[in-house]
């Protein structure tokens, strides 16, 4: 990160809050969309924190997220249910949706819930982390606009579409997994960019269909492991388009291409009740005494411990919401100022300079 200055997670929280209420947001929805951002940059995921905002400020501003949505709940049977989310804010809406989930998760065992018509949702953790902490297992996944090569191709199909998982565990804050199916994010990429730094030859191809070290030259982004992140990616672009009736792959709407229109995105939420197979207690006992035996395998060379899959982003949350969250000066700057956006994102594609990606 570049030079940063350390928030504390309430101002941040009010700076965002009054930014999106600036662009036209309601006060209710904007609380929950900077909440949200909070979690992710204080969990050190600042692809997903405030440097969205001023994308989010110029959408809302410009008709392309949803002020007022009708967000509903149809019950499609005892343990599946569609959450029409109008193209509101996807925080407000994937939050509602998974509330109904953990409420219907209690009642029936399992919950399988889709969400029709969001905004973009953000990180994933922030999510199913809230179903683990109502002692439930839970897995999310989204679609996203069309920026990754299919293994063996050089046009782009599928989106960076991420996973999340969470479990409940007996003591501690619950695992949490959260991976977009692209080896980087595009974040990244943009990073390199601005810095003319290589990238290393696994994490993008250039328009030829070849890797490249050239982040001037990157055409598409690679799937995680070849052919086995391109299934997940076919995977999550099944349950959490197609099964809801959405566009998919390279018809899945543009990030940037136009922000006066809603983006008719999905996303899945699968939620279980470990009681409904197996003692809770003995369950969350278990994830325990994974996470210690995981502590205590010893170190590989140029390692200093292993962390269960999870655990960095859950001790830096730890750290950063006692002392304070490195938010990017020029970020910072922004949310200080008057200016409500920057106009700047309208128009680009999926891999203009001002975009860091889904
Ligand atoms: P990442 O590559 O930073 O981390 C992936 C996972 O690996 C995390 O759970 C992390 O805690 C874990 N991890 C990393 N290093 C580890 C280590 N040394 N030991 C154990 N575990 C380790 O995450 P990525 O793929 O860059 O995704 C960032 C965020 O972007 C996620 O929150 C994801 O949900 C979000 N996203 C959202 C999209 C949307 O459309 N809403 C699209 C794509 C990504």
Redesign the pocket.
Known sequence: MEETVIVQSQELQQLIQKKLAAAGLSEAHAAIVAEHLVF?DA???H??GAVRVDYYAERIAKGGMNRTPQITFEETGPSSGIVHGQNGA?QVVVLEATKHAIEMAKRSGIAAVGVRKTS???????YVKKAAEADLIALSM???DSMVVPFGGKENYF??????FAAPRKQGAPV???????V??W??ILDARSKNKEIPATWAVDAHGKPTTNPHHVHGLLPISGPKGFGLMMMVDILSGMLLGLPFGKHVSSMYNDLTKGRD?G?FILLIDPQRFTDLDTFKESVETMVAELHDIPAAEQ?QQ?????????LTYEKYMAEGIPIEKNIYRYLISDTVHFDQYSGSDAFAQTGT??
């Open positions: 992710a969990s050190g995921i692809s997903h996807g973009h949702s953000g990180a994933l953790s922030y989204c679609q996203s989106g960076t579409n991420p996973i999340a949490v997994f959260d991976m977009a199916t692209t980087q994010a974040g990244k995105l996303q390692f292993v962390y269960y899959p999870g655990e960095i982003n859950q990606g889904e």
